[in-house]
Every structure is written in structure tokens, then in C-alpha cells.
């Protein structure tokens, strides 16, 4: 690579891959935080509370990102998918009710609106950035639309200004599915912080992953907190105990793991910039070559959690990549509405069963589900490795191009 790390880490700088290959999650990951949290197990294993699920150190732990964010409430859970259908159920989300969501994603941008009661109304993508198309979002809004559902792909932010507007002048919720974007600002505001409610996961992938299950719901809106709090501890409000005020769930946090996290949050951002400097350098190498679409460019929304390359015959580089000892990955082999398990719900609103809004194909969604192929581009890979990624991508495309 032409520019180097900004900060000191022994799996930084040049270097042969490890084993011969090039992983694409690091199995090294945690390697410097091992004594750390061998002591933290030990230490909230053995003390005299016995506290292990939201105590002292996860309070602490959403006092820091609250802090960090400027939000007014940050509720640590138990997972990216739980803090959605938290979000989802204090804003009131339920039977009757319908939520846009885009078509290509995860499948809790689905499965969290049917376990309220209401339905995902899907729609399409932006073809560039990925992430739902406002215009195709406001084409499907009707009477019984109770909330926006844009969720950042693939390291690029939704449009949230333009989903702002949107949500303001339909009178509509907006929920932000943020959780692959810790990290990312955009025009000044942090992802998670421009609707009623966002959220991050701590799933080991993700920016800020952890060696298990976790995620956080942030919010400016000091009510919608308070009832997230409640939602997730079966209702209590965590000072009367035994006392259940709503119907709620269990989704709470560990303490070990909250503990695990205050010890690595100083070092995020420095391992933010270096994930931006690979995609960078990425997309320096790889613009403007046949075949192949890159990441919209800029820092502006980004959180470089994946690096992912549009390819016209994906399948063909993936392999390319695979001899050569690069480990790609495949994140949404399908669109929602064409997996069995949503099927029915694209089904009903396309025989008019349901109540969706205009249009129910997905030409964009479905192109990029054929297309999308994701590279390395974790903080611990070597830039001898980066640019070994980068030149075997290259050298298939130019030698495709013939």
C-alpha cells in the first residue's frame, strides 16, 4: 500500500498471509485483548455481587457510547436483531401497522416488523450505494404506513437526510438499522441518530464485534429509551425489581462483555482508519475496471465494515480469489422477498392481498444479490496482503477483459 497505519499494532504493515491465505474474518482477532479478558472473566467470575448481566460495567458501558455519541440514551442487549424489535415495539409498531424495509439486507429487517404483527412493505435499492431508494420508499407508502426502515449495506449509509424529509412530511417513524455502521458519520450526525431510534450490533464481524452476542439501541429520544429499558428486562424498570410495568423480553447484557468492550472502545477509532485506509486504497486499485463496480467513494457515511465490489460474473472472481488464497464473502445471496421465508409476505401485496404501495419487483435488489461479492478488509490484515487482494482482482478482470 502506498499509505500506512496510523497507529501501532504488531499485524499492521508488510508480511506474508498467515497460513497462505488472505482471511476474510480474522481469526487472530482478539489475539491482544487475551489476557484481558481472561482477567475480566476471572474477576467477575469470583466477586462477591455475582453480577453478571446488567450491572455497574454495562451501565458504564452505555454511559461511553452515550457520551461518545451525544445521544440521549444508549441500552446495551443481546443482540443487533433484539435491539431492532426493542425499537420497533416502543415506538408502538404492531398488528394493522406497515413498515418500509429494503429489499436486499439481513433478515431481521424482515423478521423483526412480523414479530410486532406488522408487515415489511419492500423496496427496492439504490443501485449505486445499495441501500434503500428513497424514491422507490416513497412509492410505497400508504394510509396504513406507520414507519421508515432504511438500514446502511455494505459500509455505505442510507440517504438519511432525504429519509428525514420523507418520514416528516408522511408523519411516519423512522428507524434507522444502523447496525453494521458504528462509526460512520454523516453531514455531521452519527449513524443511529437520525430517526425516532438506531441501532449497533457487536456480533464479532461488525466494527466493533465482540467474542460473542450483543448490540445497542441509541437514540436522542430520552422516552424511547426509557421503554427499550423496560422492553428488554421483562418489562421492570430497574429499580422496582419483580415489578413489570409492559410486556417485555429478555434481552439483556453481559457483563463480561460490557467489561470487554470499555477495554477495547479506546482503540475503535484507530481501527476504524485503518479499515478506511484499505477500502481506500481498495478502490484506488480497482475503479474503472471492466466488470466491476466499486464502493461509492468518499468518507462521508462510511464505516468500512466490508468492502464490497459489484462483479458481472461474481461466481468467476470469487473463484479466481479462492485459488489464489483470498477468502471473499457472499452476504445476501438473494433479496428478502425471493427467500422462502418472506415469499408469502412479497406474495400477498403483489395479488393485491396485501396493502403495499406501487411496484413490487426489485430490479436493482435482485441485480446486486447476483452481483455483490465482498472482499477482506479488517484492521488486521498486512498491506502485504492488501495489495494481494488487489492485484489478483485486477489481474481476473484485465485478463477477462482479454
Given amino acids: 500500500m502506498t499509505t500506512t497505519s496510523t497507529y501501532e499494532d504488531p499485524a499492521v504493515g508488510d508480511g506474508p498471509a498467515p497460513g497462505g491465505r ?15 479478558l481472561l482477567r475480566l472473566l476471572y474477576e467477575i467470575g469470583t466477586g462477591e455481587d455475582q453480577k453478571f448481566i446488567l450491572g455497574d460495567r454495562t451501565r458504564r458501558f452505555e454511559e461511553a457510547l452515550r457520551d461518545r455519541l451525544g445521544a440521549a440514551d444508549a441500552v446495551a442487549c443481546s443482540s443487533g436483531t433484539s435491539a431492532l424489535h426493542l425499537i420497533l415495539t416502543a415506538l408502538g409498531i404492531g398488528p394493522g401497522d406497515e413498515v418500509v424495509v429494503p429489499a436486499l439486507g439481513c433478515a431481521p429487517l424482515a423478521a423483526a416488523v412480523l414479530h410486532t404483527g406488522a408487515v415489511p412493505v419492500f423496496g427496492d435499492v439504490d443501485p449505486r450505494t445499495l441501500t434503500l431508494d428513497p424514491e422507490d420508499a416513497r412509492t410505497r407508502i400508504t394510509p396504513r404506513t406507520k414507519a421508515l426502515m432504511p438500514a ?5 449509509m442510507a440517504d438519511m437526510p432525504r429519509f428525514t424529509a420523507l418520514a416528516a412530511d408522511g ?29 449497533y450490533s457487536f456480533v464479532q464481524v461488525k466494527s466493533f464485534g465482540m467474542p460473542g452476542e450483543g448490540g445497542v ?12 429499558r423496560m422492553l428488554r428486562n421483562h418489562g421492570q424498570d430497574g429499580v422496582h425489581r419483580g415489578l413489570h410495568h409492559v410486556i417485555g423480553v429478555n434481552s439483556r447484557f453481559d457483563e463480561i462483555q460490557a467489561a470487554f468492550q470499555l477495554h477495547r472502545l479506546p482503540g475503535l477509532d484507530a481501527r476504524l482508519e485503518r479499515r478506511a485506509r484499505i477500502a481506500a486504497h481498495y478502490t484506488e486499485r480497482l475503479a474503472g475496471l471492466p466488470g466491476l463496480t466499486t464502493p461509492p467513494p468518499g468518507t462521508d457515511g462510511r464505516c468500512y465494515y466490508v468492502y464490497t465490489l459489484l462483479a458481472d460474473d461474481r461466481d468467476a472472481l470469487r473463484a479466481h480469489l479462492d485459488a489464489e ?3 471473499t464473502h457472499v452476504y445476501y445471496p438473494a433479496t428478502l422477498p425471493d427467500q422462502a421465508a418472506f415469499a408469502p409476505v412479497a406474495a400477498s401485496v403483489r395479488t393485491g392481498a396485501g396493502t403495499g404501495g406501487a411496484g413490487t419487483d426489485w430490479p436493482h435488489a435482485r441485480d446486486a444479490a447476483r452481483r455483490q461479492l465482498s472482499l477482506p478488509v479488517h ?14 482482482v485486477r489481474a481476473h478482470a484485465l485478463r477477462a477483459r482479454g
Fill in 22 to 36: 488472505v482471511p476474510f474474518f480474522p481469526p487472530d482477532l482478539f489475539h491482544e485483548d487475551r489476557d484481558a
Fill in 152 to 156: 446502511h449495506m455494505f459500509s455505505v
Fill in 171 to 199: 408523519g411516519l417513524r423512522l428507524v434507522e438499522d444502523s447496525a453494521v455502521a458504528q462509526g460512520a458519520v454523516l453531514d455531521g450526525t452519527p449513524a443511529g441518530l437520525w430517526g425516532d431510534a438506531g441501532l
Fill in 217 to 228: 439501541v441509541v437514540t436522542r429520544d430520552e422516552e424511547a429509551g426509557r421503554r427499550v
Fill in 325 to 327: 488464497g483470498v477468502d
Fill in 379 to 392: 484492521h488486521r490484515l498486512t498491506d502485504a496482503q492488501v495489495e494481494h487482494v488487489a492485484d489478483t
